[in-house]
């Protein structure tokens, strides 16, 4: 018998949305985990929040609805308050009910510089690698590092000089043309009138030059789950420097560990810092010539690449780059969509959080 196409709605509803979502599905064990990181930062949130005034969205509400953009991919706020208004799902994993009405796409934007102040993203991966099950997962003695380019919300366009010497002619419209031939550009006489913190430049030879900034993430060699990261500007000493920092916020010279890397962080002052730490380098030798056609010079000497742990943290060096592709590709931040290095750090830094939560329901099904 064929059924009645009626499209009439009900006065009533008794949707339980508990019941709706799927006892196996994987957003409940990351939902838990989620709530669990969240009442640990509860007295941050309370020191960043007035004692008086009209009650705020819940920022909990907020970084929960921050999370789902990261695991969909949705490309902006208002698209995930579209998202939020049909979708049964994201009311359940952030918090609303049916009935609930959502919020304005603004609120992201008049919440953030608040969620900034208090190194809200920072933070809240931290609180997800403490917990005691995701805890037994990480190593402590292995870890590996690498940087990455992250293309800026800005147009080459806006590259200007600093000193107002462009003489280019005022097309129509707001994007006019703008012609670059035989100019020599470089971050010392331009700057982006877009994002000023932005800066021009380029991964490798060959390759063309961008406004972006470098995004680093310290993983650790055991499930490849990111313990750490941030962002810098771009610079050419932006990853090396970036990743002393991470290993000393790890507590680094306090125990002996081995560091992963690529043959871009094979330079000897680098070497030198990380043995200066406890650490065992086990860097890529770059092999390659120099522009004299002399071998390049290599701090990794015998001491290091005749253990067999060195071949072994060269294979797990790369999964670093699954921490990347994913953040790039399904986080979407292949190009960031704010500017200002503060802000893009606190969103690369809650897609690594994002990151690990995707992988950790698996990982907690496995037997250790």
């Not at 599905?25 to 969240?38: F, G, Q, V, Y």
């Not at 690369?348 to 496995?366: E, H, I, M, Q, S």
Request: charged share 30%.
């Amino acid at each position: 018998m064929r059924g009645s196409d009626e499209q009439s709605g009900s006065l009533f509803s008794y949707v339980d949305l508990e019941a709706r979502v799927r006892g196996d599905h994987p957003l409940r064990t990351i939902r838990e985990m989620t709530n669990a990181a969240l009442s640990d930062l509860s007295r941050t949130f309370t020191a960043l929040y007035a004692d008086f005034g009209r009650p705020s969205i819940a920022p909990e509400k907020l970084l929960r609805a921050m999370l789902l953009q990261a695991f969909y991919g949705i490309r902006s706020e208002r698209q995930l308050m579209e998202r939020l208004e049909f979708d049964l799902l994201f009311r359940w994993f952030v918090g609303l009910g049916v009935d609930d009405p959502v919020w304005d796409h603004s609120t992201f934007s008049k919440n953030r510089d608040r969620l900034l102040e208090g190194e809200i993203a920072a933070k809240f991966l931290a609180a997800v690698l403490a917990q005691p099950k995701v805890k037994q997962l990480l190593s402590s003695d292995h870890f590996s590092v690498d940087g990455t380019l992250i293309e800026a919300w800005a147009s080459i366009k806006s590259f200007r000089r600093t000193d107002g010497g462009d003489d280019d002619r005022q097309g129509p419209g707001r994007n006019a043309e703008r012609n670059f031939h035989q100019e020599k550009r470089s971050n010392e006489t331009h700057q982006s009138t877009t994002d000023p913190e932005a800066r021009l430049y380029k991964k490798g030879d060959g390759q063309p030059a961008k406004l972006c900034y470098m995004g680093h993430a310290l993983m650790e060699n055991r499930h490849g789950l990111a313990v750490g990261g941030g962002v810098s500007q771009a610079t050419g000493t932006a990853e090396r420097d970036t990743a002393l920092e991470l290993i000393d916020s790890r507590g680094g010279g306090r125990r002996r560990i081995t560091l992963g890397a690529d043959k871009a962080y094979d330079v000897t002052q680098f070497v030198h810092d990380l043995r200066d730490r406890w650490v065992t380098p086990h860097i890529a030798i770059n092999g390659h010539l120099s522009k004299t056609g002399k071998r390049r010079k290599t701090a990794v000497d015998g001491r290091t690449t005749r253990h067999a742990g060195y071949d072994l943290s060269q294979r797990c060096r790369k999964r670093i780059e699954e921490v990347f592709g994913w953040i790039k590709s399904s986080a979407g931040l292949a190009k960031v969509k704010l500017r200002g290095r503060d802000r893009v750090d606190a969103t690369f830094t809650l897609a690594l959080a994002a990151y690990n939560l995707v992988r950790l329901p698996k990982l907690l099904t496995v037997p250790i």
